[in-house]
């Protein structure tokens, strides 16, 4: 048989290699991934692929939420005009997976073109499709006893640990268990229940406020209390077991240096987080780790040093890890900003505050923060128009909310 020119779904001619689509003289240029997901659903037209699948096929090894799919999808979507409410390509099939019900053919050479497989069939989509077929659960299937199974578990506890409310604290913490139950020598979910009930000790202690500041809770003595000791001495087990299992691991080593941390032993802390950045440069979590400890102690140089270089790393990584690194993206580039502000370096806090708002343009305390910056150095109308505009996608600022009060009373 002659080999496809290319493949065809529905109306738009899809050019792999590429990452293009045609329809009838309309191109459109795709991102890689959403070529991926592409090639992917047109491999198994008609069929229900599971979005674990489709996760584990598109991110190989790589923690990511759902919501990161659903914005492939959504990209796809776009791109083929297609409308999710009355689909034409992609159907949504809830709490399964997705569907293409697009017809699927492929356009044959003609006779003077060579019969020879494209490269990209066989690199682009082969591979492709040998890695879905390992995890392919057509309708979303439920967890199993494989080593897969055991991974989503634990990636599922990672994402419920970084959204930092009670409930989802809760579920990682159960969810950890459940794999160490598994898998007893499990690294990783060794570290991450050690992280979870260190963040229950500080954010949610029984019959105490919660607090979102290490230096906070240990000030005010978060960490003596006979349900905190004892949940930090459980901690320490697990998070000292996990760096006897994977002694290199940066997120083991970062575990332990938490739980020293609030446990009082600063030193000891700095040392693990210190020994987690060398073993991996883009150890973020653990920079931010040593930044808060140079800024308890009042060494706030070092500690923007250590904020900064955390940031960028999370710049470079974003795209790869969104559900971790969104959470702390721009919170942690205005906490940069704040100390900027605070030791007298304006400019470098007005630009941190601008850096902030190119990426997330309505980021209510980027907004406030450059407008005081604004208003305090005489420009007052760019002030007002930054407080005006964030008013508008119905959010708010305090320093926005006393400038527009101001304003609107002056003569």
């Not at 268990?177 to 229940?193: M, S, T």
């Not at 760019?382 to 320093?399: F, K, M």
Request: charged share 25%.
């Amino acid at each position: 048989m002659t080999s496809p020119r290319s493949l065809i779904v529905g109306e738009w001619r899809v050019d792999g290699p590429g990452c293009r689509i045609d329809n009838d003289g309309e191109a459109k240029s795709l991102e890689p991934k959403v070529m991926d997901l592409l090639l992917l659903l047109a491999r198994h037209p008609g069929e229900v692929v599971g979005r674990q699948a489709l996760l584990s096929a598109l991110w190989p090894g790589v923690v990511v939420g759902e919501d990161t799919l659903a914005r492939t999808v959504s990209k796809l979507r776009g791109a083929l005009d297609d409308d999710a409410k009355q689909p034409a390509y992609i159907e949504t099939i809830p709490k399964r997976g997705y569907r293409l019900i697009a017809e699927v053919s492929s356009e044959q050479p003609s006779s003077g073109e060579s019969r020879q497989l494209k490269p990209w069939l066989i690199a682009g989509v082969a591979v492709l499709f040998a890695a879905l077929a390992g995890v392919l659960l057509v309708g979303g299937g439920e967890e199993g006893t494989t080593p897969s199974d055991t991974e989503l578990l634990a990636g599922r506890a990672d994402d419920f640990y970084m959204r930092f409310e009670q409930a989802d604290n809760a579920a990682a913490i159960d969810l950890y268990e459940r794999v160490i139950a598994r898998e007893p020598e499990h690294a990783r979910a060794h570290a991450g229940l050690a992280s979870a009930l260190v963040q229950r000790v500080i954010r949610w202690p029984e019959g105490l406020p919660g607090l979102a500041s290490l230096t906070d809770a240990l000030e005010q003595g978060y960490n003596e209390t006979p349900q905190a000791l004892e949940l930090l001495e459980r901690a320490r087990l697990l998070a000292e077991r996990g760096v006897e299992l994977a002694p290199d691991d940066p997120k083991t080593l970062k575990a332990l240096g938490l739980v020293l941390a609030t446990s009082g032993r600063l030193e000891e802390a700095r040392g693990h987080y210190e020994r987690a950045v060398a073993a991996n440069d883009d150890a973020w979590e653990s920079l931010i780790n040593l930044g808060e400890l140079a800024e308890s102690s009042g060494d706030l140089p070092a500690a923007v040093d250590y904020f900064t270089q955390s940031y960028e790393v999370m710049q470079r990584l974003y795209d790869r890890e969104p559900q971790r690194v969104g959470p702390w993206h721009a919170p942690l580039g205005n906490h940069i900003a704040g100390m900027h502000n605070a030791m007298g370096n304006l400019q470098e806090a007005e630009a941190w505050y601008r850096r902030i708002l190119r990426l997330s343009p309505y980021d209510a305390a980027a907004t406030g923060g450059l407008a005081q910056i604004l208003a305090a150095s005489g420009d007052l109308r760019q002030a007002l128009s930054l407080c005006r505009n964030l008013v508008t996608v119905g959010s708010s600022d305090e320093t926005c909310d006393v400038l527009l009060a101001k304003s609107a009373t002056s003569p």
